[in-house]
């Protein structure tokens, strides 16, 4: 009984890298309307730089966390630019990204499959820079587990998962109550509309991505520092989590994020001991196809009322 | 680097890779004439090879009843996700394709099926090792042109059967559809039967690509068939255009082409194809053979025969 409370509340607590990842994710899909398949490794160049001026020039934690935050805004950027970037479109051709769910069309898959092409483009980038398998990343993982009748925990899990908890309800906040989370929201909602309006629609997508990025690097500077090590494998790791996290939650939903975040670490921990990294693995694609099979309707009504707005 | 886009025979099974890689294109690119993207036609690349290797190796079957099982696999395996996966709409559409690939690679991780061959050692799918040992082709003497024979009359059968098939109504319905599924749906095309169909179709030229690769490399592991491959054979379908069935055999070899090249910097050719997918896909959405280029090719070859015609009469 208490190694299950135990594997419980480390998959609870693997729920605030999640939910920091699946942020990003939601605010980019909120904003572009299309799934960034370069997120993940947008991540893993931007960690390799953060390793390198580590390891290479003694920079500090902080330093190091700066420049992965930048370096991931400068790539995001880069994929805005290569993949969604609209400025030259009509309203017919933002119309058409608002009904994302009603159908693919020539335009819709050229984006995804340019994303798909850029994510392995990035991680070779990457990888030709640093050609080793384990990078070593500032380490700020606490040595000492915190022992709470019979169950271990890790301080720092603990840290992390009230900073994503924290991030979470201010973003939601700053959504809700501010001018700028207002035009993001109805530009989510309906980019024709948002134009239509008088929102500046490409000033919102910008700031919408910078968001997206910053939360990303923060996300992966907070897992990073927690392993003390970043790997190839950190790139798919990201956008597998983030993803799964963000559809769990209801895609373009900030609380939801979080919800989805606890559902998969708390599915993958007993996933994991039930049957081995195989079955981890398993479980998210599973949680993954299970989200896309049962949230169909309800983004149908979504983009449905997009539509109609 | 195990995977399927790593070429290491110069010779003539460079040509046979190429056909493999542009069958795969071609399994993505029938999927994107239903207007949908597929990200995970790599799982019946890995259904086929794994079922061609069951049947010659642990079977003692023949080649060509291997590649008929892996087709029927590849078939049903597509006609089921196909149909479970029917009432998604595009992006929800390519990210299970691709969840369902990563999980039959994963399924494949862990299938463990060892007995003894006539000679002595083991043979099997081996869990993560793969299955090795499917050494069908040496034992029977079968020469690697001969194989690329086979291979080339497989891909030539499938581009004759797809080019036949876009002459007939079922042909145009499924290019309707491709087009605007809402307006085919209002001229009451049956949608969803026609997307199912090709998309079946689809997985079967995938699984014969599996095969025909498991054969050729002598083994197979799920490695070979990740999301990697299906990068590629989505680029190969993008990249060599969307209006034609040679645009993804023109991509395979661009792809390939440039992997020659590629050898003197090594370690880049994958930076240079993902930029280059994407910045064609920016540009020239449809891809180097799109509608436009079509039409002008065919109208050239027209005006040629009528000026021909014309020579001919004077």
Redesign the interface.
Known sequence: MLELLQRTLEGLLEAGPYALIGLGLTISFGVLR??NLAFGATALLAAYVGSWLHVRWGVPALGVWVAVILITVLVGFYVEW??F?IADDSVLAMRRQSS??????????????????????????A??FQPNHLHPFPDLSSKLNFDWGGIDLRPDRIVVFCLATGLVAGLAIWLKHSQLGLGIRALSSSQAAAQVCGLNVLRLRYIGTAVSCVLCGLASCAVLSMDGQVTPMFG?WVLLKG?TCA?LGGLGSVRGVLGGAVLLGITEAHAQSLWGP?GR??AT??L??LA??F??QS??HKFFHAKRV | MNNALCITDPGIGFYTQWIILSLMGLSTWLVLQTGRISLGQQAYFGIGAYAAAVVTVMFNGSLILALLVAWLAGLIFSALISRALQKLSGLQFALATLAIAELVRLGLSSWTWRTTHAKGYEVGPDGVHGFREIRWLFENQMGPETYLSLSAILLLSTLFLIWKISQTKLGLSIQSVGLDSELATVQGEPVASLQTLTQTFAGGIGALAGALYAHQATYIEPAVFDVMLGIHAVGYAMLGGIATPLGPLLGAAFDLGLLEAARIFEGWRMVIFGGLVALFLRWRPGGLLNHAAVSYIKNLFIQRRKSDEHSKFA
């Not at chain 1, 009603?102 to 499959?113: K, N, P, T």
């Open positions: 299309r799934i290569m993949c970037d994302v769910a009603l159908g693919l069309d020539a335009r819709e898959a050229s984006v995804l499959a340019a994303s798909f092409a850029l994510w392995m483009q990035i991680e070779q980038v990888v030709n798919m993803l559809l195989i693995d398993a694609w599973a993954l196809l896309l099979l949230q169909t983004l149908k």
